[in-house]
């Protein structure tokens, strides 16, 4: 190899090391599957699920499913409904159930006008300060700079640390990847400007995709005149998907 070849050949190499850092730069920022049009920093994305208005029905988990490629099998969700019943004479130690994660609804189980029966749907709590993403020992799981927990599989090495660090029990590795998986909120759907798969097929309008940077969103005002409540608040994750209608059985 002479001279001019040797230059050619290591320019090349820069070149391709600049790309290659500016690819991972691109990951790391969280901005996968965006339009032009869309400005992370103008929005900071919460959800809030309405308990009095959910009805069981499961349209939010097949959707979800489907939507995200979730794997079929029993225990594999992103998102899930749990059935609780409270008697009565035993308020404190509610019954729950969720067979499934109320892929196909719930069966009747429970006479009406005997006890409480209410369903919580459950799922990422995409955390302001989230323990999944402190754990992580290779930086797959981030956050956005619009609000949004997300792992890149291409980093994930399947240690389960996340898994293990969630207090909601939203984590699983996918067998068929061996990486971890969970919640996305379908960014894929809101930087195009929809919004996320169990948004949009609820037929109660029990879950509402919520921009806490727009001063023009209803869940400000809902914000002020609900109590609002989140899950494990002792956890300190600083949980964006705020709650109407929790009542206090609910783990």
Request: glycine share 8%; proline share 6%; net charge negative.
């Amino acid at each position: 190899m002479d001279r001019r070849e040797f230059i050619m050949v290591g320019g090349k190499m820069l070149f391709m090391t600049a790309a290659t850092a500016a690819a991972l730069e691109h990951v790391m920022a969280g901005t996968p599957e965006k339009v032009d049009t869309y400005k992370a920093a103008e929005h900071w994305w919460a959800l809030l699920i309405d308990v009095e208005k959910c009805i069981g029905c499961g349209s939010c988990v097949r959707a979800c499913k489907t939507e995200n490629d979730v794997i079929n099998e029993p225990f594999y969700f992103r998102t899930w409904v749990e059935r609780y019943h409270i008697e009565a004479t035993d308020a404190e130690h509610p019954i729950v159930d969720s067979p499934n994660g109320a892929y196909d609804g719930f069966p009747e189980a429970y006479e009406e006008g005997k006890g409480k029966t209410f369903f919580v749907p459950k799922m990422c709590n995409h955390c302001a300060d989230s323990p999944c993403t402190q754990v992580c020992p290779v930086g797959a799981t981030f956050i956005t700079p619009d609000g949004v927990v997300l792992i890149d599989k291409d980093y994930c090495v399947g240690c389960r640390y996340c898994v293990q660090a969630c207090p909601y029990g939203c984590r699983y590795i996918d067998p068929r990847t061996h990486t971890a998986d969970k919640c996305t909120l379908c960014y894929h759907r809101i930087t195009k400007g929809l919004v996320p798969a169990c948004v949009e097929v609820c037929p109660t309008g029990s879950r509402q995709l919520a921009d806490l940077k727009n001063p023009s969103d209803p869940i400000h005002e809902f914000l002020r005149t609900h109590a609002i409540q989140v899950l494990k608040p002792q956890m300190a994750t600083g949980s964006k998907i705020y709650y109407n209608g929790l009542d206090g059985a609910v783990r």
